[in-house]
């Protein structure tokens, strides 16, 4: 989830022991959680161990529960252990939510550490990205946190989110402090020590008042704007795939005005989009291209007794229609339905269709269908993309549904189907890689190129 703080607001039943401010569960409960949440992710995933072979994972499995201790666990290392396993398991798509209504009483008196930052891949050193206090700036290598290697405290965190390498450093960056603090070896007061200086930098953390201004700040507030940079640029800001209908008044709106102002560029930055209803881009690419496309050329359904009565509650008639549900749920479980459509897309122009310049600003938080948008962009030419390769490949798992542990009342999200993308090479292993390649400034870099670019 995007905005963390959901938690403050759950009250769902959970079977804990509370000891002061700690929430504990018995160690026979989190087993079976875990083994639970195994069992569902393998029944209802296409591949479940695509990123980890069985056996890999069964001795990864082990030698995190040989950690518990014998009669019951702290819910944190239970929340770190489930969200290290399902990480394992499959990419982005599936994982454990680590909200839990238990830890809310030790989430209000934790002290977090106040920044965040990253690993520098060829230095392996950790810089600096945010931060709440004035003593640690932007741009500050930080050795190590109460004597503990700072490097290895971010591959720590990196552990817990599945996906691909940019898609989970970026994930990291934004929600470090909270991914601290289910490291049981550190808590505050914090002593930093920095390379450039033998004296260490102390502080008292960041409470988590303090953490939700400082993790929300960078978060986006509206779905999609629309402004002008310069004359005859405009800027849309296309950050979540959700709402069709008012996203199609928002097209309609916007693209009026462009036509009213004369724009002659466009700049649509999907950089942070992480996803939603694909049938947006279709909306969206009306207005921009007259050429056929597809967004993806199928997909593989994994066929569950778990995913059948997910579906059902969900209403996925409405979605994909019931003949295609009436003959999923007729399916053998555990076997396959291969759903591909040889058509393509032709779009139909709207009023005030745009004639324009454009291009599509693309980087590892472009995520789900926002990456089928960019798929779609790259394969079709349909525009020029600028920035950093997209948050996922191509070809990638989809339609998660969504089961709770029975004892520790925590969250799992699994991907029930295996999508393909818009070049329908099934055995492609790859993100969208950009036209452009730029790592800083990209909007800037943007403006400046399509200003030089004529009509």
């Known amino acids: 989830m995007k905005l963390f703080f959901l ?3 759950l009250c769902f039943m959970h079977k804990t022991v509370l000891s002061q401010n700690e929430a504990y569960i018995s160690t026979q409960k989190a087993v079976a959680d875990i083994d639970y949440m195994m069992k569902m992710i393998e029944e209802v995933h296409y591949n479940p161990y695509f990123m980890v072979s069985q056996e890999q994972f069964k001795q990864n499995k082990e030698a995190l529960i040989n950690e518990f201790d ?79 290697s700072m490097p290895e405290l971010y591959q720590e965190c990196l552990s817990y989110i599945g996906g ?25 007061p914090y002593s930093i020590k920095l390379p450039t200086s033998d004296k260490e930098i102390e502080t008292a953390g960041i409470d988590i008042s303090g953490l939700m201004m400082f993790i929300n700040q960078a978060a986006v507030k509206e779905n999609y704007t ?32 462009i036509k009213k102002e004369k724009i002659g560029r ?11 209803n694909s049938g947006l881009n279709d909306l969206l690419l009306s207005y921009i291209t007259q050429k056929a496309y597809q967004q993806s050329s199928g997909r593989y359904w994994k066929v569950s007794a778990e995913a059948k009565l997910a579906y059902k509650e969900n209403a996925y008639e409405k979605d994909f229609g019931k003949k ?44 789900s ?7 779609a962009v790259k394969v079709y030419q349909l525009s020029t993309l600028i920035g950093a390769a997209t948050g996922e490949y191509t070809n990638d798992f989809g339609e998660q549904l969504t089961f709770m542990l029975p004892n520790s009342g925590n969250y799992i999200s699994v991907s029930s189907t295996y999508d393909i993308g818009a070049n329908g090479n099934p055995t492609l292993f790859e993100p969208v890689y950009p036209d452009i390649k730029v790592e800083d400034k990209v909007l800037e870099f943007a403006v400046d190129w399509i200003r030089k670019k004529a009509d």
């Open 7 to 9: 938690i403050l607001t």
């Open 70 to 148: 014998q009669d019951s666990i702290p819910l944190k290392q239970f929340v770190a252990t489930g969200m290290k396993l399902a990480a394992q398991m499959s990419g982005g798509h599936t994982g454990m939510d680590w909200q839990n209504a238990a830890i809310i009483p030790e989430l209000k008196t934790y002290q977090f550490v106040p920044f965040t930052g990253e690993l520098v891949e060829e230095t392996q050193q950790f810089i600096v990205t945010r931060s709440a206090i004035p003593e640690i700036k932007e741009g500050t290598i930080i050795e190590s946190i109460n004597g503990i």
């Open 164 to 188: 691909i390498a940019s898609y989970k450093n970026s994930s990291c960056e934004e929600k470090l402090p909270l991914y601290l603090f289910f490291e049981r070896k550190l808590s505050a």
């Open 226 to 257: 629309f402004r002008i940079v310069e004359d005859s640029i405009g800027l849309i800001s296309y950050n979540s795939c959700t709402d069709y209908k008012v996203f199609r008044k928002f097209l309609k709106e916007t693209f009026k005005v």
């Open 266 to 276: 466009l700049i649509i930055d999907i950089r942070e989009n992480a996803g939603g």
């Open 324 to 367: 295609f549900m009436q003959q999923y749920y007729k399916t053998e479980n555990q076997s396959i339905i291969e759903s591909f459509d040889e058509g393509l897309t032709q779009p139909k122009s709207p009023p005030n269709y745009f004639r324009g310049k454009t291009c599509f600003l693309i980087g590892p938080n472009t995520f």
């Open 369 to 375: 269908s926002a990456n089928f948008l960019a798929d």
